[in-house]
Structures are given as C-alpha cells and as structure tokens.
C-alpha cells in the first residue's frame, strides 16, 4: 500500500478551535474547511485504505467501520480534522518557508493555510473497530486571523498608514511627553 500525500493547491480556511502551535489540555488539533475535489480523492483513496485494514481484522464480520475523518459542513465544503501529540507535531512554515517557532502566534478560525497530510488505515485495540485517519505532514501559513484583523504579511508601512488613516497622538517624529502625577512619590515607600 503505498502513501499518497495530498497538498491543497490553494489556501483553505482554518474553522473552529485550533491548537496548532500551542496545545490545548487534549493535545494539539487543527480543522479546516476542504473543497469537494479534495473529498472526491480522499474517498475514492479510502476504499483501498479501508482493504488493507479489513484484511488485519480478527473478525470481520463482527467489525465496525467508524466514519470518514471529514464532515459536510455546507454544499461542497467540507471540514477536515487532524490531531497529534508533541512528538509527532508537524513542521509549520510562513509563506517564505521559514519555520514559526513563535508559539504565540494567533492561528485560529478564520486564518488561512496550505495544508500537505496522507490516509492511513487504523484498527483499534478490541480488533473489530477500524477506518482511516488523516495525518498532517506539515502547514504552511498564508494569513493569521487575530482579534484586530487578518495579517496578510505583505502591507508596508505607507499601506498599513492608509487603513487607520491620521489621527492625533504619538509621533515618532514629535513625542509630546508628559509628567504623570497620578502617584504620589512618598505613597510609594
């Protein structure tokens, strides 16, 4: 049986809760939303995976086949899961290819990425329960979604400038500093 690693050509959406770079007390977990074209290779892969594991069960006619790991979430759009301990995280890139170590970084539903993950077969320990499972070989990040916006990455400053516009406040050029007198020195001792 051999491994086909599937890599979404375009970006796709990160959907729900994420646990990317940093984990979540059940691990680290990733969902995101895959178009049909993408579910119609997986399940066509499915049936030969499935074979292989059928072929190891204890009793086949006693098993249970668990449910493909992806769901339909609205016509043509379909939400795939992956999860995975410490040791076997996947390796997360920016669009230039450089790992992001920063574990801080805010990529959470709404973010968008290109995702490279393979099928495998599973059969669990009771012998009888058995399906696939897909498993992430790496993400490559293309735009961070955080509480202030969607980073995009390529705005230069002129660009960032022209969406908050003029305002007044701090200059860089200019400070205006002014002595704080909400704290008496002598309350401090």
Do not use: C
């Not at 890139?93 to 290109?114: F, R």
């Not at 202030?148 to 701090?170: H, P, Q, W, Y």
């Amino acid at each position: 049986m051999s491994r086909t690693t599937h890599v979404t050509k375009n970006p796709v959406t990160l959907e729900g809760f994420q646990a990317i770079l940093t984990p979540s007390k059940f691990g680290h977990s990733l969902a995101a939303i895959v178009d049909e074209s993408m579910v119609n290779k997986l399940e066509e892969e499915r049936s030969e995976v499935l074979k292989w594991a059928e072929s190891k069960l204890k009793n086949p006619k006693r098993s249970t086949l668990k449910p493909e790991p992806w769901e339909e979430v609205a016509e043509g759009k379909y939400k795939i899961k992956f999860s995975w301990n410490e040791e076997a995280a996947p390796p997360v890139v920016d669009t230039e290819g450089s790992p992001i170590t920063d574990k801080k970084t805010p990529l959470y539903g709404g973010s968008t990425v290109k995702l490279a993950f393979y099928q495998k077969p599973y059969i669990l320990r009771d012998g009888v329960t058995y399906g696939s499972s897909l498993k992430l070989v790496g993400v490559q990040v293309v735009s961070v979604k955080g509480s202030a916006g969607i980073d995009t990455g390529d705005l230069d400053s002129n660009e960032v400038a022209e969406l908050f516009g003029k305002t007044s406040g701090f200059k860089t050029a200019d400070p205006n500093v002014t002595v704080d007198t909400s704290s008496d020195l002598e309350d401090d001792f």
